[in-house]
């Protein structure tokens, strides 16, 4: 099957640009994730979907960013303005309905803002 | 609070065998599972324990203990393509995401 499709694979901004990342999952996964990972750390759950609904998005900065996922497939994330601290590493994943399914995820975007 | 502890850095020689540990304290448990993930890659997932005990899969284990908090993954054989950060992640209340440490970096030398 195909994987988690992400675009673009590198952006560089520079500070209080706007930034648009994509995301395609696994064809039939209810469930699709954003996380950011800064450099030696681990992800950190941005945002989280059942279908287009929204599940979770506790831990991100809505006074900046913003997630859709429009007829419960593909996803943006985008971000505006970017900030320095933004710089990380943006994963998208999905899995199937479910609790005993690890996620897969897309190779990623590399955000640096400079 | 939530919380997952792995140690952040570990070194092996090729042919040896390393345990990485990893403790949790979260709300609720619904499983946890380790990742393997290579410098610039994507994470890949390589088990999942949900009971407690031992899985085993190749020259992967990993082991549970829910009473303690507690989870390692044993690596045997070792080669030097297994050089890479392993991450621990635990599915704290049902339907809610995964919730990862920081990661432990593993470096194979010859």
């Known amino acids: 099957e195909a994987g988690v499709a992400q675009s673009p694979r590198y952006k560089i901004i520079e500070k209080r640009q706007s930034v648009a990342f994509w995301c395609n999952p696994i064809?039939?996964?209810?469930?699709l994730y954003w996380y950011q990972q800064i450099l030696g750390q681990g992800p950190k759950l941005l945002i989280q979907?059942?279908?287009?609904?929204?599940?979770?998005d506790s831990q991100l900065p809505k006074d900046r960013f913003s997630a859709e996922r429009l007829k419960g497939v593909d996803s943006t994330l985008k971000i505006q303005p970017a900030k320095l601290e933004d710089s990380a590493v943006y994963l998208c994943?999905?899995?199937?309905?479910?609790?005993?399914?690890?996620?897969?995820f897309g190779s990623g975007t590399r955000l640096t803002v400079v | 609070g939530q919380n997952i502890d792995q140690p952040t850095e570990m070194t092996a020689t090729e042919g040896a065998i390393v345990q990485i540990n990893c403790t949790y304290q979260?709300?609720?448990?619904?499983?946890l599972f380790w990742y393997q993930q290579h410098a610039g890659e994507a994470p890949t997932f390589l088990s999942y324990?949900?009971?407690?005990g031992l899985e085993e899969k190749g020259r992967f284990s990993s082991f549970l203990s829910r009473s303690k908090g507690y989870s390692y993954l044993l690596l045997k054989e070792l080669q030097m393509k297994d050089s890479a950060s392993y991450l621990c992640?635990?599915?704290?209340?049902?339907?809610?995401?995964?919730?990862f440490g920081k990661g432990t970096t593993l470096s194979v030398s010859s």
């Open positions: 994943a999905s899995s199937p309905d479910g609790e005993f399914y690890g996620y897969t």
């Open positions: 324990n949900v009971l407690d």
């Open positions: 979260t709300s609720g448990f619904n499983g």
């Open positions: 992640a635990v599915k704290g209340q049902a339907g809610t995401a995964l919730i």
């Open positions: 979907f059942q279908n287009n609904g929204v599940v979770d």
């Open positions: 064809s039939g996964h209810a469930t």
